[in-house]
């Protein structure tokens, strides 16, 4: 018997206050608190502060968690992400909310570099949401041309945040603004941290 059967009805989750609804499969990632999931993008929107008219790229952008809400402030958003099936899920989510200003496509940004990076042009504002294993390659391929003057780094590990941090502080030349964390996960050792980062 198939773990979820082939007619049962469409798995989705909402955001209310974005009118966003986003269609899903079992097999796929989506945040696991959907409460807390709110919180966390209301925050994450604060602090990028999207603009109608800003270029806005979002890494590691899973099936458009951050990208359809940013694409609702009329920014022109571009989602990058390593799976597949989950920019396809996002496309559909873009079509089904009929938002605009929104790309999505496939990049392994585990391997960015600097010229891969510089190819995607320059963006006003980033936000970045990777798993444990961070966005160090992402961050280290940062040049002049390619720097955003707003980050928003979205995290599941303090350790790997912190990392990626150093790169940007020390490196980089961006200035750590606000820092917080959400509790994801109750009743767990794990949190999820958002931190803002600003070009000195």
């Known amino acids: ?23 899903f499969k079992p097999n ?3 945040q696991v608190n959907p409460q807390i999931n709110q919180v966390m993008i209301r925050r994450a929107m604060q602090l990028l502060s999207p603009k ?12 458009g968690n951050f990208t359809l809400p940013i694409a609702r402030s009329g ?3 571009l989602g990058l992400e390593g799976l597949a099936n989950l920019v396809e899920r996002a496309n559909e989510s873009a079509s089904l909310n009929q938002i605009k200003h929104v790309q999505f496509a496939v990049a392994d940004l585990f391997k960015m570099t600097e010229s891969s990076l510089e190819a995607l042009g320059r963006f006003d504002k980033w936000l970045i949401d990777p798993p444990r294993d961070g966005a160090f390659e992402l961050v280290k391929a940062i040049i002049p041309s390619t720097a955003p003057k707003r980050i928003v780094y979205v995290s599941c590990n303090p350790a790997t945040l ?3 941090a150093g790169v940007l502080v020390n490196e980089k030349g961006y200035t750590l603004s606000a820092a917080g964390v959400i509790n ?5 050792a794990h949190v999820e941290s958002i931190a803002l980062f600003e070009l000195a």
């Open 1 to 23: 018997m198939p773990f979820y059967p082939i007619h049962a009805p469409q798995l989705q989750y909402s955001l209310p206050e974005f009118g966003l609804t986003y269609p």
């Open 28 to 30: 796929e990632f989506t």
């Open 52 to 63: 109608a008219g800003e270029e806005i790229a979002d890494f590691f952008c899973g099936i």
């Open 75 to 77: 920014a022109q958003v």
């Open 162 to 164: 912190a990392r990626d």
């Open 184 to 188: 994801m996960f109750p009743h767990t």
